[in-house]
């Protein structure tokens, strides 16, 4: 809808800095009128940022812009406008503060339709800008539930489509492109990033098939299906993938992306055969276009550990390894150590497995397995780019290993990640990959390992004292007795877990001159850290603990997450 005002748009756009696409604007603007088309098409065609574009577009109609995908979408406001009237109205409530409900709209500027939507949620709108294709994906998502996935699988069962389970590949291929099918898929996958869920599992069982989600660390039941519909959602993931899907003897991998409003969601498949057919767990990766990135100083890394670690990642050459299991956080913190010394005079470049955030001012390379492009050989290919500092996104095998070390004897600074248990286990892991340890002696400048936790929920926090037992098992310190910890009852914001995000551990281990000789001559990861207590090395378990004393997580969750062995 074409409003006088929004003539002011063009104008405040073709004065922005640089601006070079006066005319091809114009020549649209003839086409399109100044209407959200014209304004999807300049961001679309890269004329301006999204940024830009939305806020010069809402400054025109006196309102702000928010992408829903970037706000708080809170239970409270998805409640009070029913999901057909959001969906004709192109509105979604965003969030209820001093009773007036936030909404992002896709024409704010139509007071009548502002005036329906607040008699029809019984109190006042402040209406916020939102594209309308960031709308109609975020109304998808936020208003998608296990009630309204259980009505779609329960009418997909009952089409009888799927009834003879040993059907022809061609003829499930072709069952796996109808329509009632590819929106059952979807509204998995939107129900899943609705609830944060990391992973999705979809597991065959010998009556029914289940699906659940992994949400701050712990797996929960979503729901249940028949096993008659499980082969064809196996097989519509894999078509996604572009696999094949009349392979069900062998696992195989693959990835697969979807547009969600102007950002691109990022997934990887992976299935294996089991007794009662293939077992499929998709990862959600990090949304690609997302500008939001996590820094050090916003990670709520102890002091202890962040202030020597800012240290490390400025020095000039060495290698800087990020340790942890799968699903750890290890990438996030490269990218928040990459944000930190991302300078216009360094040149930086990575080497990812996939680039899961886009990075301003940084050479972002993804390996490709289909065409043999393995991190050894972008590596050995960057050497020769003039690079100052490089990001490996994981060390796999000796060349890579080898490759690595040798860049950082030779007057580069390499992040990395490996999987070990311990920071001091990764030195030892580097000898055995078979790496010489007068090589990563002198290379490796420091160790951080990590571990994830379920964050207990702000909405349902209450305090509690431990019993005396509890305290004699996990604080040496004596005193403790009066000091109250914390937990989450269980409320609709948490899903009733008590649980709701997830916050980071840390230890930490610097390689002093000491450690050098340790390494130089091959001695165990335990002896390496002793050295590494002598200047301040504490284990992981001490950092959990000191973030259950500050009433970020529980007790429960630092045992489920940490050995038992206090470092002497």
Request: proline share 4%; glycine share 4%; with cysteine.
């Amino acid at each position: 809808m074409e409003n006088p005002s929004n003539s002011i748009f063009l104008e405040r756009l073709k004065q922005l800095p640089h601006f070079d696409y006066k005319d091809e604007v114009d020549n649209l603007s003839k086409q399109h009128g100044i209407t959200t088309t014209l304004l999807q098409e300049i961001i679309e065609r890269k004329f301006a940022t999204k940024e830009d574009a939305c806020r010069l577009w809402a400054d025109a109609l006196n309102v702000a812009h928010v992408d829903p995908f970037a706000s708080v979408i809170t239970d409270e406001a998805i409640e009070k406008l029913p999901v057909e009237i959001a969906k004709k109205a192109r509105a979604i409530g965003l969030y209820v503060f001093n009773g007036v409900l936030t909404t992002a709209m896709a024409t704010p500027e139509d007071a009548d339709l502002v005036k329906r939507l607040s008699q029809i949620a019984q109190m006042p709108i402040s209406p916020v800008f939102a594209l309308p294709h960031d709308v109609d994906d975020a109304i998808v998502i936020s208003y998608s539930s296990d009630k309204s996935l259980e009505e779609s699988l329960n009418e997909l069962e009952r089409s009888r489509l799927f009834t003879d389970p040993d059907l022809a590949a061609d003829k499930i291929a072709q069952l796996a492109g109808a329509d009632s099918l590819i929106q059952i898929v979807d509204e998995i996958i939107h129900f899943a990033l609705r609830e944060r869920a990391t992973d999705i599992h979809i597991e065959p069982q010998e009556n029914i098939s289940r699906v659940r989600f992994r949400v701050d660390g712990m797996l929960r039941e979503v729901l249940t299906y028949s096993r008659k519909l499980h082969r064809a959602i196996i097989s519509r993931l894999k078509i996604l993938c572009a696999l094949n899907i009349s392979e069900s003897r062998f696992p195989q991998d693959g990835r697969f992306s979807m547009p969600i409003g102007s950002l691109t969601a990022n997934f990887r498949f992976s299935c294996i055969p089991s007794a009662y057919g293939e077992k499929a767990v998709v990862r959600v990766l990090a949304m690609t276009g997302r500008k939001s990135m996590l820094t050090l100083d916003k990670m709520m890394v102890s002091q202890t550990i962040l202030a020597p670690f800012k240290q490390l990642v400025q020095n000039p050459n060495g290698i800087i390894f990020v340790t942890g299991p799968t699903g750890s956080g290890k990438t996030t913190t490269l990218y928040a150590a990459l944000h930190e010394i991302n300078k216009p005079n360094l040149n930086i470049s990575t080497i990812e497995d996939p680039v899961e955030i886009q990075l301003d001012g940084v050479t972002q390379t993804q390996v490709n397995s289909h065409i043999d492009l393995k991190f050894s050989t972008i590596l050995r290919a960057l050497l020769r780019q003039d690079p100052d500092a490089i990001l490996v996104g994981e060390i796999r095998d000796l060349e890579t290993a080898k490759i690595a070390t040798e860049a950082a004897l030779t007057g580069h600074i390499v992040f990395a990640t490996l999987h070990t248990n311990t920071a001091a286990q990764a030195i030892v892991r580097l000898m055995e990959i078979g790496v010489e340890s007068y090589m990563v002696a002198p290379s490796v400048i420091g160790v951080l390992a990590q571990r994830l936790v379920a964050r207990i929920c702000e909405s349902c926090k209450e305090p509690y004292y431990p019993s005396k037992d509890v305290l004699r098992k996990y604080f040496q310190e004596e005193g403790l007795t009066d000091v109250s910890f914390y937990r989450g009852r269980g409320c609709p914001s948490c899903r009733g877990t008590g649980y709701k995000g997830r916050i980071a551990f840390h230890e930490l281990v610097l390689i002093t001159e000491e450690i050098r000789t340790l390494i130089s001559e091959g001695r165990s990861a335990q002896e390496i850290t002793k050295a590494a207590a002598k200047v301040g090395y504490k284990p992981l378990r001490y950092d959990g603990l000191k973030k259950v004393l500050l009433g970020l997580t529980t007790i429960e969750e630092i045992e489920q997450n940490t050995s038992f062995e206090w470092a002497s």
